[in-house]
């Protein structure tokens, strides 16, 4: 049978969690919790099947449940959501998928949550040579319907060497090159749910292959890999 949506029983599951996110009930309850999470574990794998007939996926990561509350304030013991990501192939291909599955707040997100430092200035450089192709991207029908505009932290000003006159300064400041999806409850335990999140997975692809062009090439075009 194939997997085609998220279970009620796990939506049923995080809710009765946020209520009672406590050890003592989480041990009580570890058994549903076990299976909830093989029903969760068993659509990302499903879900990582679709991804690789459209695109090159080295492996899929869900997350722990557990929280590290060592230097937090928030001191609950569990997150009240499961979430995974999926690898793309490096060097060559860059970006990464996201899921978060949370009741009331379930939600896709793609692209680079922290690039490192030389990526980001790689980036940046790009946008200051020429940013006529990745706001064609931006811009294009399929992309906007699906995730509206892009997103991310970003500075106040321009970063340290660029002009903040630039034409092109509303994507050098930004740290973050991400956009998200937000699903319903409803949405996301009908039957269909799998591929309407490959298809949006699906509409981030010219960005991502915009970007990974950029990140393993020079400002001159030269290969920057083997």
């Known amino acids: 049978m194939s997997i085609t949506h998220i279970s009620p029983s796990v939506y049923n599951f995080l809710n009765k969690l946020k209520d009672n996110n406590n050890r003592d009930w989480f041990n009580e309850h570890k058994e549903t919790f076990k299976k909830e999470q093989q029903e969760v574990k068993a659509f990302y794998q499903a879900l990582m099947e679709k991804l690789r007939l459209h695109d090159d996926i080295e492996d899929m990561k869900m997350f722990r449940i557990y929280r590290d509350v060592r230097f937090s304030a928030n001191k609950q013991p569990y997150k009240e959501h499961f979430s995974g990501s999926f690898k793309r192939t490096k060097p060559r291909l860059r970006g990464g998928y996201y899921l978060h599955i949370e009741p009331g707040n379930t939600f896709l997100a793609c692209g680079f949550w922290a690039p490192e430092?030389?990526?980001l200035l790689r980036i940046r450089k790009e946008f200051e040579l020429d940013d006529d192709e990745i706001r064609e991207i931006l811009s294009e029908?399929?992309?906007?319907?699906?995730?509206?505009?892009?997103?991310?932290?970003?500075?106040?000003?321009a970063p340290k060497g660029f002009d903040r006159e630039h034409t092109a300064i509303d994507l050098i400041r930004k740290k973050q090159y991400v956009v998200t999806k937000k699903f319903t409850d409803k949405e996301a335990t009908s039957s269909g749910f799998i591929d309407t999140v490959d298809e949006s997975f699906k509409?981030?692809?010219p960005f991502f292959d915009y970007m990974s062009d950029v990140l393993t090439t020079d400002l001159n075009g030269v290969s920057l890999i083997d």
Do not use: M, S, V, W
């Open 117 to 119: 430092k030389e990526d």
């Open 141 to 157: 029908k399929k992309f906007r319907d699906t995730f509206g505009q892009l997103k991310g932290e970003e500075l106040k000003t």
């Open 203 to 205: 509409a981030i692809r």
